[in-house]
């Protein structure tokens, strides 16, 4: 009897398990061959993030679409930094995220976006000046809106987010150098934000210091 029991709970949650969503390692752009076989190397340094956007908290409309904004301090010279977002956030596990102020209330929410994210550099390079953002420039370094390389949301469609940005010298404020950045994110149509979701910034080296946060006053407090 007890081993037709286990064979039944084991039978009632296979299939659960068959269906939950994996994130694989975030990898970077640099590529390692090992005979036949080419692999791009995982990043070194990863933060993770955790939190909730909903219908009337967005930072700025622009464009036409709703934006938010998770603010980043990166107190290094980068070679290369990543940033990949998936909605909702609580079907992953994520070591050591740092948990937004509206995550844990909302975290068994089942609403989830089509992610569009964006990576943005501004011409602040000293923590002494980030009350000064206001004033602030931004650089749209990057953008993305769908990735193959990410688990599909929960109604097969594949919106999560991805992107890579390799630094450059041709321009300074193309650079990725010491100083205050923001991932923007929103969706692909125009519409509402609802939902939990995870953000992860990489890099192929070690990033002591890096910080994000929902506003430039919780990057101030940190």
Do not use: C
């Not at 070194?44 to 967005?58: D, H, K, M, N, Q």
């Not at 904004?69 to 930094?81: F, S």
């Not at 909302?106 to 390079?125: A, G, M, Q």
């Not at 692909?188 to 953000?199: D, W």
């Amino acid at each position: 009897m007890k081993v037709l029991k286990i064979l039944l709970v084991f039978a009632l949650t296979t299939p659960l398990i068959s269906k939950a969503q994996k994130l694989k390692s975030f990898e970077s752009s640099i590529e390692k061959t090992l005979g036949p076989i080419t692999k791009k190397i995982p990043y070194t340094s990863v933060t993770s993030y955790l939190g909730y956007a909903s219908s009337g908290t967005e930072d700025e409309i622009k464009d036409g679409k709703k934006f938010y904004y998770l603010y980043v301090w990166i107190p290094l010279v980068a070679p290369e930094i990543g940033v990949r977002m998936v909605s909702p956030a609580n079907s992953f596990k994520s070591k050591k995220a740092i948990i937004g102020s509206t995550y844990s209330e909302n975290k068994n929410s089942k609403e989830f976006f089509d992610t569009y994210i964006t990576l943005e550099k501004s011409n602040i390079t000293s923590k002494d000046k980030l009350s000064e953002t206001a004033k602030a420039t931004w650089t749209t370094l990057a953008y993305n809106d769908d990735s193959s390389e990410l688990p599909k949301q929960p109604n097969g469609s594949a919106y999560n987010s991805l992107l890579r940005y390799t630094s450059t010298t041709d321009h300074p404020t193309k650079a990725l150098t010491r100083g205050l950045y923001r991932i923007g994110f929103t969706t692909y149509k125009t519409g509402e934000v609802n939902g939990t979701f995870l953000a992860q910034l990489g890099a192929p080296l070690k990033l002591p210091g890096v910080i994000v946060a929902r506003s430039i006053e919780e990057l101030m407090s940190e």
